[in-house]
Every structure is written in C-alpha cells, then in structure tokens.
C-alpha cells in the first residue's frame, strides 16, 4: 500500500460504504474473535486501497533488472504467483497453490518447447530460408558488459593454480646414496 493524501477522502469514503464487511467486523469485535477481526479489518483496508489507486505494484525481481519474461509465462502463472505470495503475507496454506503452480508452468514450458521444435520442423520440411533465421535469432536481448577475454582470466586467476619452475626430479640430482651404499647401521635398524 502506498499512502497519497491526495486520495484520503475517498478511501475514508469507502471503508465507510463497505457496510457488510464493516457489520462483519463490528460483529467479530463484540464476539471477541480476535483472527477474524484482524483478517476482516486488512480486508477493508486493502479493498479501500485498491479501490482507490493507493496499491503499489510489486514489480518482480526480473523486471527490476531488466530481464525479459520467458515467452511461455502467462497471465495464469502470474495469478498463481500472486495468490501465493498472498498466502504467504496472511499466513495462510498455500502448499497446495506452489504445486499447482509448478505442474501449470512445466505444462506450459514443456508446450511452449514442442511448438516451437514443431515449427522448425516444418520450416526445415518446406525448405524455407526462415529456418537459418530462427538458428541464428538471439537468444538473449542484452549483452554482458563484461567481455569473454575478462571472464577467462578473472576464473583462471580463482582456479587455476600458478605455475612454479620446479626444477626436474631426476634422480642423480638430489645426490642420494643408492641403496647399496647406505651404511650398514640404517640397514640393521631398518625392517625392509
């Protein structure tokens, strides 16, 4: 809810009108039931609010950043996200919604998927030129501002590890003495 002072008398205006919700509250407040009047007096205030423009739409994560919508999320799938989240903010069940929601979208994702191959198919089957079109489309609207020169080197720097010039382990350089000329004291106290 976003409070404009412009908008004040008409949502003072129509929290009075809302008779049956306001009787409803007056009734769980002599009642003494507590839920239902705190549940009934957020409902008169968000209808008042919604009624009159004092809603603020919650913009999601991925529009915030710019990202464009996968192209098989509907106005379905939003509904489902909003009563959920509505769930979540009144502490209300929605274990069920999240499900629904999930089976919805894959249904959808996984049609979006077979039209779109259905489609190349038959533009390779009538040998359009449209088919190179679609192969070469890209993919994603923005382009990262980092280059791919600056990626390599910023993961070889995190995961690959330096190079030391070690020198060559042959073994004539370490001057060891083989094993026929140890003394014999290590030959007595060792257990070969």
């Not at 129509?14 to 407040?29: G, I, K, Y």
């Not at 077979?114 to 449209?130: F, Q």
């Amino acid at each position: 809810m976003v409070w404009r002072s412009e908008h004040k008398a008409a949502f003072v205006t129509h929290m009075l009108e809302n008779e049956t919700v306001l009787q409803s509250f007056r009734d769980s407040v002599h009642n003494q039931e507590h839920q239902s009047c705190y549940q009934l007096f957020l409902d008169l205030i968000t209808n008042a609010a919604d009624a009159t423009g004092m809603t603020a739409r919650q913009m999601s994560r991925r529009m915030q950043l710019g990202l464009p919508m996968a192209p098989w999320y509907d106005t379905t799938c939003r509904d489902y996200k909003r009563r959920i989240r509505w769930g979540r903010q009144h502490n209300q069940p929605f274990a069920e919604l999240q499900q629904q929601n999930t089976t919805y979208c894959r249904l959808r994702k996984k049609r979006f998927k077979k039209e779109k191959a259905d489609e190349m198919v038959g533009l390779i089957d009538t040998r359009s030129p449209k088919v190179y079109e679609v192969m070469t489309a890209i993919k994603r609207t923005d382009i990262s501002p980092i280059s791919a020169g600056s990626w390599t080197e910023h993961l070889q720097s995190h995961f690959v590890q330096p190079q030391e010039s070690a020198p060559d382990l042959l073994p004539g350089q370490f001057n060891l003495p083989a094993r026929h000329q140890w003394p014999i004291a290590v030959w007595t106290n060792s257990s070969f």
